[in-house]
Nanobody, 120 residues
Framework: QVQLVESGGGLVQAGGSLRLSCTAS????????MGWYRQAPGKQRELVAY???????NYADSVKGRFTISRDNAKNTVYLQMNSLQPEDTAVYYC??????????????WGQGTQVTVSS
């Protein structure tokens, strides 16, 4: 099993920034990619970004140019730097870990979620 611990959510004004962090522990040999999903009220869950152990990244069109995902493999930690935040970014953000292959991402483990609220 893999356990994920998230931090960094909060309340920010439009145009501001937040950085989310997520650290994995346990049977981490079973995963090779980590990412972030988000879900806003009344909307479907959306894959925001993911990163492979080799450093390849993928972003949703809605966050390209504003969000950056990175990881520190030695610390088993993934980050999501969120800049130029807008009210539409308000959601619960979920860290996840799994596998990436065939140009896709397949999460297996999920964090508890952290609330990000952006005020206009």
């Amino acid at each position: 099993q893999v356990q994920l611990v998230e931090s960094g959510g909060g309340l920010v004004q439009a145009g501001g920034s937040l950085r989310l962090s997520c650290t994995a522990s346990g049977s981490i040999f079973s995963i090779n990619a980590m990412g972030w999903y988000r879900q806003a009220p009344g909307k479907q869950r959306e894959l925001v970004a993911y990163i492979t152990e080799g450093g390849s990244t993928n972003y949703a069109d809605s966050v390209k140019g504003r969000f950056t995902i990175s990881r520190d493999n030695a610390k088993n930690t993934v980050y999501l730097q969120m800049n130029s935040l807008q009210p539409e970014d308000t959601a619960v953000y979920y860290c996840n870990a799994g596998n990436s292959y065939r140009a896709g991402y397949y999460p297996k483990y999920w964090g508890q979620g952290t609330q990000v609220t952006v005020s206009s």
